[in-house]
């Protein structure tokens, strides 16, 4: 299924072959770990295409002890040791690929807060021109995540970002011999009312060719922002 997805992308794809460079930062939270497994297959589709995955958390709003309560301290270990972004540096990107969990239909409360605090770097127009891409879980098969997607390229749009989906050309999202996620509007995983399960080779296939068509797009428009806004 990969395979045949990069060759989809190869033919169909006129970003590929251009050598320009881009910063592509993936910008998540995760509480157990399926959104960190989508970010790492991502960051895997964007290095694909040749750019570096600069992979960043959002600042942490539960206390630990709600975090040990909820099951999940033994991840947070490990997840908390990715750096934390702030809203300027985010600006420093040519792509943004944001990852976040489902919450009854919209982002988690950790993104929100951050992406509330975004209001400095609106007012300069830094993320105006950039790409602007999400993926996301939710605990069963209809549990809101395209209103999740959908709900945050809102934002994006109000940033002036450019929105990059996950194309039909990523042929896995037509598939009906199983159960996944992923949609036009982005990958998407089912991680089970506890948490069981986590993404099919499927939905990992979907994130990593969203991750490379992301960065092809951005490389391709890297350092012409300021003539799309002149």
């Known amino acids: 299924l990969r395979s045949e997805s990069i060759s989809v992308c190869a033919i169909n794809n006129p970003l590929s072959g251009n050598n320009m460079s881009a910063r592509v930062f993936i910008v998540y939270y995760s509480l157990y770990g399926h959104v960190h497994a989508m970010a790492q ?22 206390p630990d002890e709600v975090i040990e309560k909820m099951g999940a301290k033994s991840f947070q270990k490990e997840f908390q040791k990715l750096p934390v972004i702030t809203p300027d540096e985010l600006a420093k990107a040519d ?39 999400v993926f996301t879980s939710s605990g069963t098969q209809h549990g809101g ?40 509007y982005g990958a998407s995983t089912i991680a089970g009312g506890s948490g069981e399960r986590f993404p099919s080779a499927n939905e990992l296939a979907g994130a990593r060719y969203q991750g490379r068509y992301v960065a092809r797009i951005a490389r391709q428009l890297a350092g012409k922002q300021n003539e799309f806004l002149s």
């Open 145 to 184: 995540q395209e209103s999740t997607i959908l709900s945050m390229h809102i934002t994006l749009l109000h940033h002036g970002m450019i929105i990059a989906g996950l194309p039909y050309t990523f042929a896995g999202q037509t598939t009906m011999d199983e159960i996944t996620g992923c949609s036009p």
């Open 95 to 133: 792509a943004i690929i944001f990852g976040t969990p489902t919450r009854f239909g919209n982002m988690s409360s950790q993104m929100r807060s951050f992406l509330d605090a975004t209001g400095g770097i609106w007012s300069r127009g830094a993320l105006a021109g950039k790409v602007g891409s």
């Open 41 to 62: 297959a991502v960051a895997e589709g964007v290095r694909d295409a040749g750019l570096e995955a600069e992979l960043f958390r959002v600042p942490e709003t539960l």
